[in-house]
T-cell receptor
Framework: DAGVIQSPRHEVTEMGQEVTLRCKPI?????LFWYRQTMMRGLELLIY????????DSGMPEDRFSAKMPNASFSTLKIQPSEPRDSAVYFC?????????????FGPGTRLTVL | AQSVTQLDSQVPVFEEAPVELRCNYS??????LFWYVQYPNQGLQLLLK??????LVESINGFEAEFNKSQTSFHLRKPSVHISDTAEYFC????????????FGKGTSLLVTP
C-alpha cells in the first residue's frame, strides 16, 4: 500500500488566495484526520471524519477553513482567503476505525507558505 | 479535556548514551497514550502505545515507555541511542470523550551526536 497520500507537498501562495490541500487515505480506512503543525502551537487536530461524516470540527480555526470528504478515498482542506498566519505543515492521517486501538497513519504533509 | 506536557523541547545526547524523554498528561478519565516519531521532512510514525494491560510497553527499535498512573506520566526511554534516533518525538493522549482523537504535546527534539 502506498500509505496516506497528500498533495501538493509544498504550496506557496499570496495572502487572499484560495488554497486547497488534498488527501487520499489508506484504502479500507474509514477514519480521516487533518492536523496542523506550527512551531508556536505544535500539532493541532483540525477536524476528523468517520465514514465520510465530520465528527468533530472544533479545531478548525475559523470560517476561512473548510474540509470535505465526498467519498471514502478523498478529502480536501480548503482555506479561503488565506493569511500569512496560516503558514504551517498540514498533515492528513487515516485509521481503520475510530477507537484508540486503531493506529493513525500519517501522510508526509503539505508545507504551506502564505506570503 | 486531556492535555500533554513534554517538559523538554530539546535533548542533546551522545551516541550510545541513555536517554529519557519526559511526558506528563492531565486527564480525569481512562486514557490511551502514544509516542510518535517524526524524522526530518516526514510524517509522524507510531513508535509505541499504551492501551491497557502491562504498564511497560516496548518498540521494535529499543525504546520503551512506562505508564505511571499515580504520576500521570508516560516517559520514553532508551538505554543506548544511535545517530539514527535523531528526530522529533511527540507524546499524545486520547480518550473516549474526545472520540479517540489524538491530543499531542509540543514535541521533544532528540539530537544524537558522535
Amino acid at each position: 500500500d502506498a500509505g496516506v497520500i497528500q498533495s501538493p507537498r509544498h504550496e506557496v501562495t499570496e495572502m487572499g488566495q484560495e488554497v486547497t490541500l488534498r488527501c487520499k487515505p489508506i484504502s479500507g480506512h474509514n477514519s480521516l484526520f487533518w492536523y496542523r503543525q506550527t512551531m508556536m502551537r505544535g500539532l493541532e487536530l483540525l477536524i476528523y471524519f468517520n465514514n465520510n461524516v465530520p465528527i468533530d470540527d472544533s479545531g478548525m480555526p475559523e470560517d476561512r477553513f473548510s474540509a470535505k470528504m465526498p467519498n471514502a478515498s478523498f478529502s480536501t482542506l480548503k482555506i479561503q482567503p488565506s493569511e500569512p498566519r496560516d503558514s504551517a505543515v498540514y498533515f492528513c492521517a487515516s485509521s481503520s476505525g475510530q477507537g484508540a486501538f486503531n493506529e493513525q497513519f500519517f501522510g508526509p504533509g503539505t508545507r504551506l507558505t502564505v506570503l | 479535556a486531556q492535555s500533554v506536557t513534554q517538559l523538554d523541547s530539546q535533548v542533546p545526547v551522545f551516541e550510545e548514551a541513555p536517554v529519557e524523554l519526559r511526558c506528563n498528561y492531565s486527564s480525569s478519565v481512562s486514557v490511551y497514550l502514544f509516542w510518535y516519531v517524526q524524522y526530518p521532512n516526514q510524517g509522524l510514525q507510531l513508535l509505541l502505545k499504551y492501551l491497557s494491560g502491562s504498564t511497560l510497553v516496548e518498540s521494535i527499535n529499543g525504546f520503551e515507555a512506562e505508564f505511571n498512573k499515580s504520576q500521570t506520566s508516560f516517559h520514553l526511554r532508551k538505554p543506548s541511542v544511535h545517530i539514527s534516533d535523531t528526530a522529533e518525538y511527540f507524546c499524545a493522549v486520547s480518550d473516549r470523550s474526545s472520540g479517540y482523537a489524538l491530543n499531542f504535546g509540543k514535541g521533544t527534539s532528540l539530537l544524537v551526536t558522535p
